[in-house]
């Protein structure tokens, strides 16, 4: 929702090469040795204490009865795709995250986004947020940019900036797509300028389909209507009415515009909680426009502006400790509680055959909360929350990424006048991500249950995932820190109308704290700290094996505090599946012809081995389970030099 620009000086009103210095920078950067020296958001270092062991602590012991076949199972969801959890891009931070135009793509970014593509099938990622309300299409920018910014929207408190992009836009999205499967969300607002319902600027979802093709899934019509008032875009008796009636006026102008194929696949109406979606409902609006809907949408983040304001980044309204307010996510009521207000229209959705997404989330609003958003504990939070989402029947969740000046991404560039020096920062919700495709898998038909066990304890929820019908893997939190191990738990897993297998295999998420923001590890394999990060995974990969009771119709499974567990109840191929051998370029100037990229669509990782200056890493490139690597293999560093 929300990409920050504090400290940044926005005075342009008109395009220029000067404008575009992003977010903070590093302070004091003198080589690039002094990686320490950051202060942005991104890359702060607060660390809060892990909340105490609860009193009573939960069991340390309890049994998990796990039906072998779905038809047995009460309170199910539907199926759920692999690709449930995407990214939510602010248009604004393009150029740092993607590269400057169609030419000079990150390969940092293209390996983040293979790691979650190659476990998921595909990855969504959605373009859009607030910077969507004001973009616009202009023929051409100086530099051969596909995008830039223009003045700040000085009436929203985020002082977004106005986005103006180009038709390279989308070539540089399809080209992203043409290397990973990245299928696409993009936005745009109802009108622009605000008062004139005439002039829709629909080239966006013009090219937008014209070039991605079905690599677009869908256009998000206005962004958070329930704040337009708020940031007067509208007047103040604007109403859920006038936005059903605005967005049929924008089908109207879609139907008449011949250069737009596609009808069927507007998302609305992306409120943010100032309207619940009932108040949409109940004005017509499925029924007035189910046969041009793809899929309805909410965002909502964990802490809002409501009660939380914007102190951490903005200093506006009241301070909120991060201490007092971290063992809120470190428990499965936070996921639960987020879910409850929007399983009447999961429902409603289910019974119009809409896919309902989370469009926009994340920990904390206007920016995040330090301490928390970067933590581990963020991560098994939102793990939870998402694993929570499919089973409240979402169809998928966009976690946001804004720019330096949050707390919350999932990952962050370098800015752009030191990419030569850094490498990116992951922030610990992309495993997440990550994670949640490999608990989902690729088969669409992942079905997810909240098992309840341990009595219902809020500090180890469980969950169980069939897959075609079968019961496939069990995922197990501890949300407690206790290094004597005092707090580990063992579930006993035990299969009914089956037997356990011999034996199964488990991947740990782990790391020492819930506070921690490194070492913080994936089945023993981790993406490295600020400003390490190329996308591939570092460490050898460890699947620990346990044997099973199959007499006893039992499996035993460790659960460390902090950990989640994912346990492998049938034999996967893609088990082994973890990195993608990659260089990069440090300081190097190494970029793809834009004649390679051009035709690359299908190519196979070997052909994708173009020469350049590589700087190999020492990452592991393990390969257990029977799978080969199919993963794209990005051999080329790219260094957007962008300013
Ligand atoms: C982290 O961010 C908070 C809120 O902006 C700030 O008060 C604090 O000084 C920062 N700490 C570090 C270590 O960067
Ligand atoms: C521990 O398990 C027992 C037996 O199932 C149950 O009665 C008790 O409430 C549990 N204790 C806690 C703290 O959950
Ligand atoms: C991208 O920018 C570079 C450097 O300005 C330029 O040479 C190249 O032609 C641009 N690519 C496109 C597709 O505009
Ligand atoms: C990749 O970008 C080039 C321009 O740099 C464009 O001509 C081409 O169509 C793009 N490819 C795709 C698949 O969008
Ligand atoms: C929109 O507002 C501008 C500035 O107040 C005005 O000049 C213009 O006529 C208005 N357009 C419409 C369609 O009302
Ligand atoms: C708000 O705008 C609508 C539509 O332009 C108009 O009908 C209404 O009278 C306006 N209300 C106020 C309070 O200005
Ligand atoms: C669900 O939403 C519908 C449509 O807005 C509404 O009529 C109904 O009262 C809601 N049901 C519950 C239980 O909230
Ligand atoms: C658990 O989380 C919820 C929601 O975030 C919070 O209201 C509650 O206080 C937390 N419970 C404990 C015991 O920390
Ligand atoms: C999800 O949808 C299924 C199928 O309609 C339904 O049985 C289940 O109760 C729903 N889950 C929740 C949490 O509402
Ligand atoms: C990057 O840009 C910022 C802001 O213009 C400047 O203060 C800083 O010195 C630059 N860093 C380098 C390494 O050029
Ligand atoms: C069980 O799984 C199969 C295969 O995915 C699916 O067709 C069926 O609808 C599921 N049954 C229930 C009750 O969810
Ligand atoms: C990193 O985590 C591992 C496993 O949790 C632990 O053994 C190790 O001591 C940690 N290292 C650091 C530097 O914290």
Redesign the pocket.
């Given at each position: 929702m929300f990409f920050l620009l504090l400290w940044t000086l926005w005075i342009l009103d008109t395009v220029s090469a000067s404008v575009t210095v992003y977010g903070q920078i590093p302070m004091g950067i003198t080589s690039a040795s002094s990686p320490t020296a950051t202060v942005a958001a991104a890359y702060n270092t607060t660390l809060l204490q892990p909340p105490e062991i609860p009193d009573p602590a939960p069991n340390t012991s309890f049994t998990l009865t796990l039906p072998s076949?779905?038809?047995s199972?009460a309170r199910?969801s539907i199926?759920v795709p692999g690709a449930f959890y995407g990214f939510s891009i602010e248009m604004s931070v393009i150029t740092q995250l993607f590269g400057k135009n169609s030419s000079f793509i990150q390969v940092p970014l293209l390996n983040l986004f293979s790691n979650v593509a190659e476990r998921a099938g595909e990855l969504h990622v959605r373009v859009g947020g607030n910077t969507q309300d004001y973009a616009f299409f202009v023929e051409t920018l100086p530099e051969d940019r596909a995008i830039s910014k223009q003045s700040a929207d000085t009436n929203n408190p985020t002082q977004t900036p106005a986005v103006i992009y180009t038709m390279d836009l989308f070539y540089l999205l399809g080209n992203v797509s043409a290397l990973v499967d990245v299928k696409w969300y993009l936005g745009k607002f109802l009108s622009v300028p605000f008062n004139d319902t005439s002039d829709f600027r629909l080239q966006i979802v013009e090219y937008g389909e014209a070039v991605l093709g079905d690599h677009l899934l869908g256009i998000q019509v206005a962004n958070e209507p329930d704040l337009y008032s708020a940031h007067q875009h509208r007047n103040s008796s604007y109403g859920p009415a006038d936005y059903t009636a605005e967005f049929g006026l924008m089908v109207q102008a879609l139907a008449a515009d011949s250069n737009v194929p596609v009808k069927n696949n507007l998302i609305g109406p992306s409120v943010s909680g100032t309207w619940t979606p009932e108040m949409v409902w109940n004005t017509g609006f499925i029924n007035d426009y189910v046969d041009n809907l793809f899929a309805l949408s909410v965002e909502q983040y964990k802490l809002t502006p409501a009660k939380y304001n914007c102190f951490p980044i903005y200093g506006i309204g009241v301070f909120h400790d991060p201490q007092i307010e971290f063992s809120d996510f470190l428990n499965h009521t936070s996921a639960v509680a987020l879910c409850e207000p929007y399983l009447n229209s999961t429902s409603i959705a289910q019974k119009a055959g809409k896919p309902f997404l989370m469009f926009e989330t994340n920990s904390a609003s206007c920016g995040g909360f330090p301490g928390i958003s970067d933590s581990f504990g963020a991560a098994l939070w939102a793990l939870d929350y998402g694993l929570q989402m499919a089973y409240s029947n979402f169809s998928g969740a966009m976690l946001h990424v804004g720019g330096q000046n949050v707390f919350y991404n999932p990952f962050t560039a370098p800015p752009t006048n030191v990419s030569k020096y850094y490498e990116w920062t992951i922030g610990a919700v992309y495993y997440s991500a990550l994670i949640s495709a490999e608990v989902f898998g690729k088969t669409n038909?992942a079905?997810i249950v909240d098992m309840l066990g341990n009595s219902e304890s809020i500090y180890t929820p469980q969950y169980a995932i069939?897959?075609?019908?079968a019961l496939a893997r069990v995922g197990l939190f501890n949300f407690m820190t206790d290094p004597s191990g005092a707090n580990s738990y063992k579930a006993t897993l035990t299969v009914s109308g089956g037997t356990v297998p011999s034996s199964v295999q488990v991947k740990y998420f782990l790391s020492d704290s819930v506070s921690t923001k490194d070492n913080i590890t994936w089945a023993g394999q981790t993406l490295g700290t600020i400003h390490e990060v190329d996308g591939r995974f570092k460490n050898d990969l460890n699947i620990v094996t346990i044997s099973c009771d199959t007499s006893a119709n039992t499996c035993v499974i460790p659960v460390p505090a902090p950990a989640f567990a994912l346990v492998f109840m049938q034999t996967e191929e893609s088990i082994g599946t973890a990195t993608f051998p990659t260089t990069t370029v440090k300081g190097g100037t190494a970029t793809v012809p834009p004649a390679v990229l051009a035709t690359s669509n299908g190519m196979s990782g070997a052909d994708w081995q173009l020469g350049s200056t590589s700087d190999e890493k020492s990452a592991g490139h393990p390969r257990l389970g029977t799978d080969v690597l199919r993963g794209v293999l990005f051999a080329v560093g790219l260094v957007a030099l962008a300013l």
């Open positions: 076949s779905n038809t199972v199910l199926p038909t079905q069939y897959e075609n019908g």
